[in-house]
């Protein structure tokens, strides 16, 4: 058989070139009589691998350090072609640590086997990406962690998709705390017998008022709200 070696050689030109040789040995009565071989300039190949490990180290790295939970799936249909279930091929460290699902556990796995409780809802949208291209962002509350999630999800490649997800559920929290208090600020402005007008100060030392309340309306036997966003001037 014969022997296949590379090498790497420096011209002197200064040139970095890689070179692969095939030699073959020749016998006649188990004696070598002659060495035979050709050598190939393999430089273009040998750079290009190398383009592509680096690359692909470059996008393991981002992948594995990324602050987004991220998992690539493969889609899964059904006889008529509707989305199915999903199968999960790869995860990053923080899918892992906001979805308290093992790497290990769930690779290879069916999403509808690890999870039951996910909504076709969600495979219908995961499937439109898959089939589409087309990404997407969704925002909905996970039951089995009891979490609000951001969920980016786009198709990197043949009947997969990508979900980069990110928990929102002290945004949300704050968001509804905030509306909340509203409500509860405005009930007491509304329920008060009091008139009261609420002025915002802007930077250019105007008066715009912002809200009123039925008390001061009734006093003023006009309709405030008419003068909503406008300035004491108007």
């Known amino acids: 058989a014969p022997a296949i070696e590379e090498y790497r050689l420096l011209t002197p030109s200064g040139v970095v070139k890689y070179v692969a040789t095939e030699g073959r040995q020749v016998h006649e009565k188990d004696l070598m009589v002659k060495l035979t071989g050709i050598v190939q300039d393999i430089t273009d190949r040998k ?10 180290n470059k996008y393991s790295s981002i992948f594995e350090n990324i602050q987004e939970g991220v998992a690539l799936h493969e889609m899964v249909w059904d006889e008529e072609g509707k989305p199915l279930d999903f199968i999960w091929l790869d995860v990053n460290p923080k899918y892992e640590e906001i979805t308290q699902l093992k790497k290990a556990d769930i690779i290879g796995k069916r999403g509808l086997d690890v999870i039951p409780s996910i909504e076709q809802r969600w495979l219908d949208a995961y499937g439109e990406v898959t089939r589409t291209g087309k990404p997407i962002t969704l925002m ?6 009891d979490k609000y999630w951001e969920v980016k999800a786009f198709r990197p490649g043949p009947n997969t998709f990508a979900a980069a ?3 929102v559920t ?10 909340d208090s509203e409500k509860k600020y405005r009930t007491i402005i509304e329920s008060t017998p009091l008139g009261i007008l609420l002025y915002t100060l802007q930077e250019n030392n105007d008066l715009i008022l912002t809200g009123t309340n039925q008390a001061a309306s009734k006093m003023l036997k006009f309709d405030l709200t008419q003068l909503t966003g406008k300035t004491i001037e108007q």
């Open 47 to 56: 750079l290009a691998d190398q383009a592509l490990s680096n690359s692909e």
């Open 140 to 145: 909905d509350h996970s039951d089995y962690l």
């Open 165 to 167: 997800m990110t928990d």
């Open 170 to 179: 002290e945004k949300v929290n704050a968001q509804k705390a905030l509306l």
